[in-house]
């Protein structure tokens, strides 16, 4: 698999007991490569299975028919090719929870956000670690961007603010309000602190300088 022993190392502190489950781990791996392989990203694999090992160490102690389980059920939201292995890639975890539980995420999302089912598709497909979300976390961030007016079709541009930190979004809105930024996009509430920061300051100057005029 060409794992480094620090990722060995960081799996095993993670999950001791992985330790006596090599068999199980390398059943695993040959399935998920099979899939990698039928949907046209076999290159890709050795890379990101590393990535997924290192992420999500307690997937690979499934039985092999649950994740292959799981694999079909995200088949049958229609997810095929490059974009099915984008979806498990970035979101390991969607190979071992509850295909009810994303069946809820999915259709919750979906209502309060008024999309068709090629948008929560496209969604899903750009940030699929949503799965994996809360109802109440959910629920909680959409109330919070409906309660200042931003509209859905602003809040499905950046799928990225369902796994930030509301409160620190919370307080970049409050000071974004204050300079009379618009919101056409909410990238920059899940930017790093640093990048925040600068934009920020740009912003300030340049609505400083226009009360000024």
């Known amino acids: 698999m060409g794992l480094t022993p620090k990722h060995i190392t960081r799996i095993i502190q993670r999950y001791p007991s992985n330790i006596t489950r090599v068999r199980q781990i390398q059943n695993n791996v040959t ?16 890379q990101r299975i590393k990535h997924m090992l290192v992420q999500d160490p307690f997937l690979f102690r499934q039985p092999v ?3 292959e389980e799981k694999v079909e059920f995200l088949k049958g939201l229609g997810f095929t ?6 979806v498990i890639y970035n979101c390991p975890n969607a190979l071992r929870i509850s295909s009810d539980h994303m069946l809820i995420t999915i259709g919750y999302v979906k209502d309060r956000l008024q999309l068709s089912g090629e948008e929560i598709k496209d969604f899903i497909r750009f940030y699929p670690q949503i799965l994996y979300c809360s109802i ?7 109330d919070f961007f ?13 799928p990225a603010v ?19 930024f618009e919101f056409k996009s909410l ?8 990048e925040y920061e600068d934009r920020f300051e740009r912003l300030r100057t340049a609505y400083k300088e226009k009360q000024m005029s």
């Open 31 to 46: 399935y998920l490569k099979e899939v990698f392989i039928a949907h046209g990203c076999e290159e890709e694999f050795p």
């Open 146 to 158: 409906y309660s200042q007016n931003i509209p859905a079709k602003i809040i499905m541009r950046t």
């Open 65 to 67: 028919p649950v994740v």
């Open 81 to 86: 090719g490059p974009d099915l292995i984008r």
């Open 187 to 194: 990238n920059v509430l899940v930017v790093p602190p640093a």
């Open 136 to 142: 109440e976390k959910l629920q909680n961030i959409i």
């Open 162 to 180: 369902f796994v930030r930190n509301l409160s620190l979004m919370k307080q970049r809105c409050i000071e974004l309000k204050k300079i009379d």
